[in-house]
């Protein structure tokens, strides 16, 4: 097997790994270690890591390390602002061009959603979720457009995974159903907008606000420390 097939397995492992939430944000790929549990060299894993890391999946830290990208809050909206601008067109043309069988694969996706969220698949819901987007891009038929998306929603799997409401779903699940029906029936103005609001519900499932660190100050800094200082204030 060559090094660029080599290359691609780690890399496919790794994301997939990462988009279903078993590597979560912050997990270290160290290249030695990584490239002994598949058996590869270094090289092989830094090109994969390089490729994740171009994609936004991964991040080099300093000395070359690599962790699973952890986005900040404010990423998080840039991703979801940018995905409205994009897949607003996208389902647009979708609708213009979309034929009966390019629909069922859409219906087919959206069945597969509904039965991973009743039985409680959060990580195969995520991945579909993704592909029924996808999808779309790939009935709109611009390659362009299509591969800003897919870098989209690899990141918005990494946001799900560090902003979701624990116990809620990020996404409403009959949006992807009226969404299917307007492209269905070739409503361009009407996909757009579903669209727009699915989005921002999506994002409006998610806890996207600083939140105050949960640290007593007491509890960090009392003890022997602080015993000291208050033995240093007693008169002699």
Same mark, same amino acid.
């Given at each position: 097997? !060559? ?7 780690? $890399? ?9 939430? &078993?590597? /979560? ?6 290249? *030695? ?12 894993? &830094? ?23 952890? /986005?900040?809050?404010?990423?998080? &909206? *840039? ?8 897949? &607003? ?22 069945? !597969? ?7 409680? *698949? ?7 979720? !993704? ?31 560090? $902003?979701?409401?624990?116990? #809620? ?16 029936? !070739? ?16 994002? #409006? ?5 600083? =939140?105050? /660190?949960?640290?007593? /100050? ?5 003890? =022997? ?6 033995? =240093?204030?007693?008169?002699?």
């Amino acid at each position: 097997m !060559g090094h660029k097939t080599l290359e691609h397995e780690v $890399y496919a492992q790794i994301c997939a790994a990462i988009m279903d939430h &078993r590597l /979560p944000a912050g997990t270290r790929l160290g290249e *030695d270690s990584t490239g002994e549990i598949f058996g590869v060299n270094r090289t092989v894993v &830094r090109r994969a890591l390089s490729r994740l890391a171009h994609e936004k999946i991964v991040e080099f830290r300093p000395h070359r390390s690599a962790i699973v990208a952890r /986005p900040s809050i404010r990423e998080a &909206r *840039d991703v979801f602002r940018a995905r409205v601008l994009i897949e &607003r067109e996208i389902v647009v043309l979708a609708a213009r061009v979309a034929t009966p069988e390019q629909i069922g694969r859409l219906r087919d996706i959206e069945l !597969g959603e509904r039965k991973a969220l009743e039985q409680g *698949d959060r990580r195969a819901w995520i991945r579909l979720s !993704g592909a029924f987007h996808l999808e779309l891009a790939g009935i709109a038929g611009n390659d362009v457009l299509s591969g800003f998306l897919g870098e989209l929603v690899s990141r918005t799997s990494l946001i799900i995974g560090l $902003y979701a409401i624990e116990g #809620q779903s990020a996404c409403c699940r009959d949006d992807h159903g009226a969404l299917s029906d307007a492209v269905a029936r !070739g409503e361009e103005a009407a996909a757009a907008e579903l669209m727009t609001r699915h989005l921002q519900r999506c994002e #409006q499932g998610l806890r996207l606000e600083a =939140r105050s /660190p949960n640290v007593d /100050p007491a509890d960090v800094l009392g003890g =022997r420390a602080a015993a000291r200082i208050h033995a =240093r204030e007693r008169p002699a």
